[in-house]
């Protein structure tokens, strides 16, 4: 029944997995932090019991309920330009995804009577890939991003952690084999290991969350990427199935298609408040933009 709802608010789809302790999480997060991955997110840590364990964050929680939507465009920006992230095309998926998680927490409140439970997008420290990758609905890649057979992985995670008892799914296999393509792609080799990315050394960590300067020593390997990076989506063979979406609202201003490298070098921020009204890539603000701009053009 819920996945029934969850499917009809426009998700692709929806896995449920029991709220407990994610052991096999739990020393790679930690290595992970040790190792100073994370460079200046230091907000990843804030918070580690939390990360791994959703009775801290919801009290006498029983499932999580994991939720896939789509995001990959129809059309894409003209290959000679100054790139951003397909995720921002369009309006802050937060806003998109929390609206459909109250409406599917409102649901099942009506259909099964008083559930307590909050909604996570990305906005809480709760490892959304872990959770999906739990409930059934893909594996974790090389790339650490989410795969799925049928779509790839242009879609965002989201969760419902409920005090519900519910029928669980079973994890998937991983299908990545012997492929090397994210490996091999990336330009700044941020992806060091199986599964373990370098957030500090990965594009869209420079271009959105450092908040100096760009290092001098990464120089020319950006390949035009303004702001987020989706070299390591773009190769993966699994992403030869990923499917437009039917949202309305991730839809981008045409501008946003159109524009050249000029037009963004000479962008105002007018023009940038306009094109990005209601875009994720407001968290870089007009003077991160500028400044990656000027990184990539210098």
Sequence with gaps: M????????????CGISKAEFLEEEAPRLEKWLIN???????????????RLDPTQLVPDSKSVISLLL??????????????ISKYAYGTDYHFVIKNKLKQLMQFINTEIGEVHGRAFVDSAPVLDKAWAAKSGLGWIGKHSNLLTKQVGSFYF????????????????????GSCTACIDACPTQ????????????CISYFTIELK??????????????MFGCDICQDVCPWNRFSKPHSQPLFNPHPQ???????????????????????????RTKFAGLKRNINFLKD
């Design 2 to 13: 819920i996945k029934a709802e969850a499917k009809r608010l426009g998700f692709m789809t």
């Design 36 to 50: 100073n991955m994370n460079g200046e997110m230091k907000y990843m840590e804030n918070h580690f019991d939390k």
């Design 70 to 83: 789509n995001y990959f465009p129809s059309e894409t920006q003209t290959s000679n330009t100054y790139k």
């Design 157 to 176: 995670i989201a969760e419902l952690i409920v005090d519900l008892d519910l029928e669980y799914d079973a994890a998937v296999t991983d299908h990545c």
């Design 190 to 201: 941020a992806i060091v290991a199986d599964k373990v990315v370098d957030g500090s050394k």
């Design 212 to 225: 100096n300067e760009i290092p001098n020593n990464v120089k020319g390997q950006f390949e035009d990427w």
């Design 256 to 282: 946003l298609l159109s524009n050249s490298k000029k037009d963004w070098e000479e962008i105002t921020e007018e023009v940038f408040r306009e094109i990005f009204k209601k875009s994720a890539v407001k």
